[in-house]
């Protein structure tokens, strides 16, 4: 891996951390609420819903070091081995768990299965925010990379929509990180939104939810709309909502 890779990667994990931290007290309140409360929220302030430290991460973040973990242990990828990690994060009661993953874990300590039945109600983003390790492992094994993403994504969320924002995002940092620039991603934003036009981010959504399509139409807005990370990390949290998410996934592909 180059310097110039490395500094990428680097930025792509620290940026997902410093968004998931900045964003994580705004969570659940509105752009309002946040305006009456910081003006802009621009600082690590910790507190909100989950009394946090400042610059203290959430599951975004702890999720994602879980999948790393299980890769780097061994050359070969094993959905058990991702299994039996997440299962030990749960037991460690982590600060914050995702309804929708939990209920994945769970069912996984239960009877060891790897994948969830596919479920209209398992749409929403844990799976794509935790996807970098992916990313990494497989940035010259494209077909690795779809395999993986889908596998790891599939033990807690299985809904098409969750799929191809996890492969497209994916897909996206892959641009970023061999440097191919900005127009290079754009192009496969454009081409997710013809194929799925409810992901069309022509404006941001305000209090984005944990539904995959207003993450990434949140996410996408504000990397498209600004012309450098601490500019696009900034617009997305504002908006609120979901904002360790948002704030994660924006701070993941601009950092990166």
């Given at each position: 891996?180059?310097?110039?890779?490395?500094?990428?990667?680097?930025?792509?994990?620290?940026?997902?951390?410093?968004?998931?931290?900045?964003?994580?007290?705004?969570?659940?309140?509105?752009?309002?609420?946040?305006?009456?409360?910081?003006?802009?929220?621009?600082?690590?302030?910790?507190?909100?819903?989950?009394?946090?430290?400042?610059?203290?991460?959430?599951?975004?973040?702890?999720?994602?070091?879980?999948?790393?973990?299980?890769?780097?242990?061994?050359?070969?990828?094993?959905?058990?081995?991702?299994?039996?990690?997440?299962?030990?994060?749960?037991?460690?009661?982590?600060?914050?768990?995702?309804?929708?993953?939990?209920?994945?874990?769970?069912?996984?300590?239960?009877?060891?299965?790897?994948?969830?039945?596919?479920?209209?109600?398992?749409?929403?983003?844990?799976?794509?925010?935790?996807?970098?390790?992916?990313?990494?492992?497989?940035?010259?094994?494209?077909?690795?990379?779809?395999?993986?993403?889908?596998?790891?994504?599939?033990?807690?969320?299985?809904?098409?929509?969750?799929?191809?924002?996890?492969?497209?995002?994916?897909?996206?940092?892959?641009?970023?990180l061999r440097g191919d620039g900005i127009s290079s991603v754009r192009r496969l934003a454009d081409a997710l939104v013809a194929q799925y036009p409810e992901f069309d981010f022509k404006e941001i959504?305000?209090?984005?939810?944990?539904?995959?399509?207003?993450?990434?139409?949140?996410?996408?807005?504000?990397?498209?709309?600004?012309?450098?990370?601490?500019?696009?990390?900034?617009?997305?949290?504002?908006?609120?909502?979901?904002?360790?998410?948002?704030?994660?996934?924006?701070?993941?592909?601009?950092?990166?």
């Amino acid at each position: 891996m180059g310097y110039d890779l490395r500094e990428r990667a680097l930025g792509a994990y620290l940026g997902l951390a410093v968004g998931d931290a900045l964003g994580a007290p705004v969570e659940f309140m509105s752009p309002t609420e946040i305006r009456e409360e910081y003006g802009v929220h621009r600082n690590m302030t910790g507190g909100g819903w989950l009394h946090l430290q400042p610059g203290q991460v959430t599951d975004d973040t702890q999720m994602c070091l879980v999948l790393g973990r299980s890769i780097l242990a061994d050359e070969q990828w094993s959905i058990i081995r991702f299994g039996e990690g997440m299962a030990r994060w749960l037991r460690g009661r982590p600060v914050d768990v995702g309804n929708t993953c939990r209920r994945g874990i769970r069912r996984f300590m239960l009877n060891g299965s790897t994948a969830a039945e596919a479920a209209e109600w398992d749409a929403g983003n844990g799976a794509c925010v935790r996807n970098l390790p992916v990313v990494l492992a497989t940035l010259n094994a494209p077909a690795a990379f779809r395999q993986i993403s889908v596998e790891q994504a599939h033990l807690t969320h299985h809904h098409p929509l969750s799929d191809i924002a996890t492969l497209t995002l994916g897909e996206m940092l892959r641009c970023a990180l061999r440097g191919d620039g900005i127009s290079s991603v754009r192009r496969l934003a454009d081409a997710l939104v013809a194929q799925y036009p409810e992901f069309d981010f022509k404006e941001i959504p305000q209090a984005p939810t944990p539904y995959i399509v207003d993450t990434v139409r949140t996410v996408l807005h504000a990397l498209f709309h600004t012309d450098n990370y601490k500019d696009c990390l900034i617009m997305v949290v504002n908006q609120g909502g979901d904002a360790d998410t948002t704030g994660a996934l924006a701070g993941m592909l601009a950092g990166g």
